[in-house]
Structure formats: structure tokens, C-alpha cells
T-cell receptor
Framework: DADVTQTPRNRITKTGKRIMLECSQT?????MYWYRQDPGLGLRLIYY???????NKGEISDGYSVSRQAQAKFSLSLESAIPNQTALYFC????????????FGPGTRLLVL | EDQVTQSPEALRLQEGESSSLNCSYT??????LFWYRQDPGKGPEFLFT???AGEEKEKERLKATLTKKESFLHITAPKPEDSATYLC???????????FGAGTRLFVKA
């Protein structure tokens, strides 16, 4: 079984809808991240969490929110989806050692119409 | 500001034709430089971490090298299964964040 799983794998939604992307991990890592990937751009950090009570904004957090339900679960919500949020979304985990190697989920392909 | 630039954007090789991918970086103190492989429809998969200039690491047909300003991913006698996007990333001593490049898409034709 995969160490980092994401659901759904693909999602089509309409402008203005609220959607949630979910991430679960079995690696036992404290740190979890949400990134988005757009063609021609590197992975950009949306939110990160170092433990259940520690949640922080990344470089592109506007329009997104997160919830860390447990050490193993980290969800990303789009409160009111807009077309420019169409992208690939990845969840990642890491342990506390530096430099941090990150382990990625398979991604969610989101299309906002 | 930490930055990573990868070149070329895309590279097309014949099977067996060796080449190199470039990753130029600026960072305020390097903790580590990472190489990841990403297949279509999948998440990035960790390949290597390099810590200091002069370091080299190898895995099958891949060898990563590091200088104070660049890293190279050398691919020797590539096979079609090496086709993927290769991502470079850095983590500096100024913070915990990992900065990713846009990647190089490698196509290897049989």
C-alpha cells in the first residue's frame, strides 16, 4: 500500500463550489504539506503543518484553507473554487531531520469550470 | 531569495545517447539539494540528496553532481523507461522551506 494517499484522484467542479481534497499517510511523519503544480512552474507551497496544532500559510494560501485532523490526515479545502485554481495538487510528508526529504502522494487533478 | 532554475525545459534523446540536465540555484546557505523523478500522473519520487560542493551520488544510469552554484544530473546510456520529468529542489539554512525548479521533461526514444 502507498505511504501517502490522496482522494479524489480527479475532480471536476464548477466555479463557486466548495471542495475538499484529502491526504492520509502511514509514514508516521509529523510534517505535512500541500503543494500545487502548474505547467512551467515549480511546485508551490499552499499550506504546511508541523504537527496537529501547528498550521501555517505557504506562499499561495489565498482561496484555500486546511485542517489537520490527526497526525496522519491533512485536508485542503477550496472555499469557493475559481478557474485559476485548476491545477495538480500534491500532499507531501517529511520527518524532522534536515535537510528534509519529502514524500509525495499521487496527486489530485482538479478542473474548475 | 532562494531560487532554482532548471534547463533545458525538455530534452529528447535516442536510447543510449548520454546527456546531462542542469539545475542552477541561489540559496542563503545550502542544507541540501534534491533530485526527484516525476512520472506522468504521479507524484515526485525522491532520487538523491546532495549536501556540499564536490559531492556525487549514483543510482543505476543516473549520477548527480554538485558545485556551489549548480547541480547536474548525468544520464548514461538512457533507456525509454528513463523518460520522466526530473525536478531539482533546494533547502537553505535560512528556513525549512524547499524550493522546487520547474523541471526538465526527458523523452528517450527507442
Amino acid at each position: 500500500d502507498a505511504d501517502v494517499t490522496q482522494t479524489p484522484r480527479n475532480r471536476i467542479t464548477k466555479t463557486g463550489k466548495r471542495i475538499m481534497l484529502e491526504c492520509s499517510q502511514t509514514k508516521g511523519h509529523d510534517r505535512m504539506y500541500w503543494y500545487r503544480q502548474d505547467p512551467g512552474l515549480g511546485l508551490r507551497l499552499i499550506y504546511y503543518s508541523f504537527d496537529v496544532k501547528d498550521i501555517n500559510k505557504g506562499e499561495i494560501s489565498d482561496g484555500y484553507s486546511v485542517s489537520r485532523q490527526a497526525q496522519a490526515k491533512f485536508s485542503l479545502s477550496l472555499e469557493s473554487a475559481i478557474p485559476n485554481q485548476t491545477a495538480l495538487y500534491f500532499c507531501a510528508t517529511s520527518d524532522r531531520t534536515y535537510p528534509e526529504t519529502q514524500y509525495f502522494g499521487p496527486g489530485t487533478r482538479l478542473l474548475v469550470l | 531569495e532562494d531560487q532554482v532554475t532548471q534547463s533545458p525545459e525538455a530534452l529528447r534523446l535516442q536510447e543510449g545517447e548520454s546527456s546531462s540536465l542542469n539545475c542552477s540555484y541561489t540559496v542563503s546557505g545550502l542544507r541540501g539539494l534534491f533530485w526527484y523523478r516525476q512520472d506522468p500522473g504521479k507524484g515526485p519520487e525522491f532520487l538523491f540528496t546532495l549536501y556540499s560542493a564536490g559531492e556525487e551520488k549514483e543510482k543505476e544510469r543516473l549520477k548527480a553532481t554538485l558545485t556551489k552554484k549548480e547541480s547536474f544530473l548525468h544520464i548514461t546510456a538512457p533507456k525509454p523507461e528513463d523518460s520522466a520529468t526530473y525536478l531539482c529542489a533546494v533547502q537553505g539554512t535560512g528556513g525549512f522551506k524547499t524550493i522546487f525548479g520547474a523541471g526538465t521533461r526527458l523523452f528517450v526514444k527507442a
